[in-house]
């Protein structure tokens, strides 16, 4: 089983700043990897597929890098609707999908 | 649109069984890998199970195996985790998600709550 690490668990940043969230995988999932945004008493939303490429309608501030084991999500202006759980999920080796444990982006 | 509408969630003893369903509305349901996610009080996701665009292969988290079984119905437009035997572990809110391309899931369904206790 992949494990996938993200960090930090609590990311606390000003509106209008940039945010950097990061994932790590226990061994190589390639570019197969997604970013998700889950507000309170919502489902998830995809953000990113492939490492990098935004799903339809995500913002451009939104954007995804990485290959291998380590990844990163980065929001380069955080606008008051970002702050939420982020979760990174590796979708490598089908169909043992595996999730971070997610990341609170909150207001500072 | 693209839709997936949860139902069959409730508050159940431990030991007993519940079946979850997911009605899927907007694409061609049958060219489509589903899964389902759980999400426990305060924590992260865990994939559950997952059943291939046809039927043909099914595969369970270590959690599920021996007591959930996912199934379809292609000609309904609808995804089912029968769960049995369950246990105050399996308290969750249960996500349906389409697999989408080689491995994300988009949409997701909003989610029904299954709670597991005495």
């Known amino acids: 089983e992949i494990v996938m690490t993200q960090s930090p668990a609590t990311l606390s940043v000003s509106p209008g700043e940039r945010a950097t969230l990061s994932c790590r995988a226990s061994?190589?999932?390639?570019?197969?990897l997604a970013w998700y945004q889950q507000k309170p008493g919502q489902a998830p939303r995809l953000l990113i597929y492939g490492a990098s490429t935004r799903a339809t309608g995500i913002p451009a501030r939104f954007s995804g890098s990485g290959f291998g084991t380590e990844f990163t999500l980065t929001i380069s202006s955080l606008q008051s609707e970002d702050f939420a759980l982020y979760y990174c999920q590796q979708y490598n080796n089908w169909p043992l999908y595996s999730f971070g444990q997610g990341t609170k982006l909150e207001i500072k | 649109q693209v839709q997936l509408v949860e139902s069959g969630g409730g508050v159940v003893q431990p030991g007993r069984s519940l079946r979850l369903s997911c009605a899927a509305s907007g694409f061609t349901f049958s060219s489509y890998a589903m899964h389902w996610v759980r999400q426990a009080p305060g924590k992260g996701l865990e994939c559950v199970a997952v059943i291939s665009y046809d039927g043909s292969k099914k595969y369970y988290a270590d959690s599920a195996k021996g007591r959930f079984n996912i199934s379809r119905d292609n000609s309904k437009n609808t995804v089912y985790l029968q769960m049995n035997s369950l246990r105050v572990e399996d308290t969750a809110v249960y996500y349906c998600a389409k697999e989408l391309g080689y491995g994300w899931f988009d949409p997701w369904g909003q989610g029904t709550q299954v709670t597991v206790s005495s």
């Open positions: 061994q190589s999932v390639s570019s197969n």
